[in-house]
């Protein structure tokens, strides 16, 4: 289940808020790139003997393909202090202690203890880690300013230190903070539930829109119900009982070359046509032309359950363009960029636009 190695740190690559990418040479296999979150493990230096999961690099996973660095063994890092009774990543060799925003100790607590309502807030859902992005480029485009929060549940990375985006979009004023729900962990603020995650983000953070998508990494099996993206429908319900105003974003390509990926995914279809129970607003972007026609046509499956919104998608194209330029954030989705599958991305900035009416 776990390949183990021993490497030796050559040198730092880069690195970004919680995470440090390096250069390791592993016996005789030569250089590989790895990935060490200080916070569970301490910062490796070079020269460092660092244990090392190749789990990743054995598989060639795309968005995950990183030795990751298990420990230092010989320069074990302090062990942490303060409060902080959760326990993420439980019953797992890294698990960790984290303060979470719902428990006892938190100066939190008393606002969260009876909270039961996100106060009519918008709840953007999407399935993917890469919808983020274009969903904040839609809204602040239509409304600037607007404070956001991202909620990210354990679907995907489970430390949200994971993604570059993430720190990215906070460091050019995009994103205002995160939420880690679930086993995930490494947020702002770490929550017990999704629902204590809406929460916070909304009562303490004080957002005005939230918006809730996995982490990198999905998983899928090509069957109905085995995706990660399930979380999407189960979002839906969770807003929605919380009296939150869900809105749905769509999983659209005309790139990807799954058949079932093509036009709306199975995926969108099966999490907001099946598993959400609660009624929500659909973004259907206006793509135009035949394969505009398709995506409506396969959208129109949700009407009977969910409110269809037709939103325009004219001067979107730019705004993601300046977006990427402007946050230093990379647009892609399993590794196509944003002229390779620019209907996704379209899509999913379609539905930051159509909440922005919504504030």
Do not use: C
Request: no cysteine.
């Amino acid at each position: 289940m776990i390949r183990w190695r021993k490497g030796t740190v050559e040198s730092i690559r880069r690195e970004w808020p919680g995470a440090v990418e390096l250069d390791v040479t592993i016996g005789g296999d030569g250089s590989h790139r790895a990935l060490a979150y200080p916070r569970l493990v301490g910062r490796p230096e070079p020269g460092d003997t660092v244990l090392l999961n190749t789990t990743a690099l054995a598989m060639g996973l795309g968005t995950g393909g990183y030795a990751m660095v298990v420990a230092i063994p010989d320069r074990l890092p302090p062990d942490p202090e303060g409060p902080g009774h959760l326990v993420k990543a439980r019953y797992t060799p890294l698990q960790a202690t984290v303060l979470g925003a719902d428990e006892q100790d938190s100066p939190h607590h008393a606002v969260l203890r009876e909270a039961d309502s996100l106060e009519g807030a918008p709840v953007i859902v999407a399935d993917l880690h890469s919808a983020l992005p274009p969903i904040l480029a839609g809204l602040l485009a239509a409304r600037p300013g607007t404070r956001v929060v991202y909620v990210m549940p354990d679907g995907g990375a489970l430390p949200a230190w994971f993604s570059m985006s993430i720190a990215r979009l906070k460091d050019a004023g995009a994103l205002a903070a995160t939420v880690t729900a679930g086993q995930a962990f490494g947020g702002d603020l770490e929550a017990v539930t999704v629902h204590t995650g809406l929460l916070a983000a909304r009562l303490v953070l004080d957002a005005e829109v939230i918006v809730l998508a996995q982490g990198p990494g999905n998983l899928g099996t090509g069957t109905t119900w085995g995706f990660s993206g399930v979380s999407a429908g189960e979002a839906i319900n969770a807003a929605a009982v919380l009296s939150g105003r869900p809105v749905g974003s769509l999983r659209v390509s005309e790139g990807d070359l799954r058949e079932r990926h093509i036009g709306v995914s199975h995926h969108s279809l099966t999490a907001y046509g099946r598993v959400a129970l609660a009624r929500a607003q659909i973004a259907v972007p206006e793509l135009g032309g035949g394969f505009g026609a398709r995506v409506a046509g396969e959208a129109a499956a949700l009407g009977d359950r969910h409110e269809l919104v037709p939103v325009p998608v004219d001067g979107l194209h730019e705004t993601l363009r300046e977006a990427e330029k402007e946050w230093g954030v990379r647009l892609s989705t399993m590794g196509r960029r944003l002229d390779e599958d620019l209907a996704y991305f379209l899509t999913a900035a379609a539905a930051g636009r159509h909440t922005a009416t919504l504030l």
